[in-house]
T-cell receptor, first 114, second 116 residues
Framework: DVKVTQSSRYLVKRTGEKVFLECVQDMDHENMFWYRQDPGLGLRLIYFSYDVKMKEKGDIPEGYSVSREKKERFSLILESASTNQTSMYLC?????????????FGEGSWLTVV | AQSVTQLDSQVPVFEEAPVELRCNYSSSVSVYLFWYVQYPNQGLQLLLKYLSGSTLVESINGFEAEFNKSQTSFHLRKPSVHISDTAEYFCAVSDSPYVAYDKVIFGPGTSLSVIP
């Protein structure tokens, strides 16, 4: 089975702190994604990466950056956390070559910024 | 750009009753369509998808969805729901099937609550 592991399930951070959310997948997938999930808004794409060191902005990249130095790991960085970044963050991966391939999700990281 | 509409944010239904969760997407030449399910405190997982061929697709747990190109819809149905079907359901679309790294657009989700 594909496994996407997010390092932290629950985090509480202070406004202005730098926050790292780590994600690792074990299926050698080329594509990786970071989504933000909020009630009534569904999933919104923050960034995606289609290969190592490659990244593309999603729909809501402001206030976030990403890093993909190794194929299995995709990190989301909040440079200076703000209260409006309190949310559930979902990492996902997908085999490359066809956008019809299944996306596999991690269990999510609940981030609260106070 | 593609968009996905799920008109019903919450759907309560009694156990063993039928259910339909509605999904519409904005027009495109060709699309891939997906339904993902999120059980409480878990990430999303694929329920079923339409890529090509038969317009009716089925999942292993009794759900089915029909691709209707003229109505740009991909409604999800189950003839008899169980308590274990209580979850959030997300419709999603990929509007550039032949682009290897095309992003997938998700709808806002429908919360299905099955009442004993």
């Amino acid at each position: 089975d594909v496994k996407v592991t997010q390092s932290s399930r629950y985090l509480v951070k202070r406004t202005g702190e730098k926050v790292f959310l780590e994600c690792v997948q074990d299926m050698d997938h080329e594509n990786m994604f970071w989504y933000r999930q909020d009630p009534g808004l569904g999933l919104r794409l923050i960034y995606f990466s289609y290969d190592v060191k490659m990244k593309e902005k999603g729909d809501i990249p402001e206030g976030y950056s990403v890093s993909r130095e190794k194929k299995e790991r995709f990190s989301l960085i909040l440079e200076s956390a703000s209260t409006n970044q309190t949310s559930m963050y979902l990492c996902a991966s997908r085999e490359g070559g066809n956008s019809g391939n299944t996306i596999y999700f991690g269990e999510g990281s609940w981030l609260t910024v106070v | 750009a593609q968009s996905v509409t799920q008109l019903d944010s919450q759907v309560p239904v009694f156990e063993e009753a039928p259910v339909e969760l509605r999904c519409n997407y904005s027009s495109s030449v060709s699309v891939y369509l997906f339904w993902y399910v999120q059980y409480p405190n878990q990430g999303l997982q694929l329920l079923l998808k339409y890529l090509s061929g038969s317009t009716l697709v089925e999942s292993i747990n009794g759900f089915e969805a029909e691709f209707n190109k003229s109505q740009t819809s991909f409604h999800l149905r189950k003839p008899s729901v169980h308590i274990s079907d209580t979850a959030e359901y997300f419709c999603a679309v990929s509007d550039s099937p032949y682009v290897a790294y095309d992003k997938v657009i998700f709808g806002p989700g429908t919360s299905l609550s099955v009442i004993p």
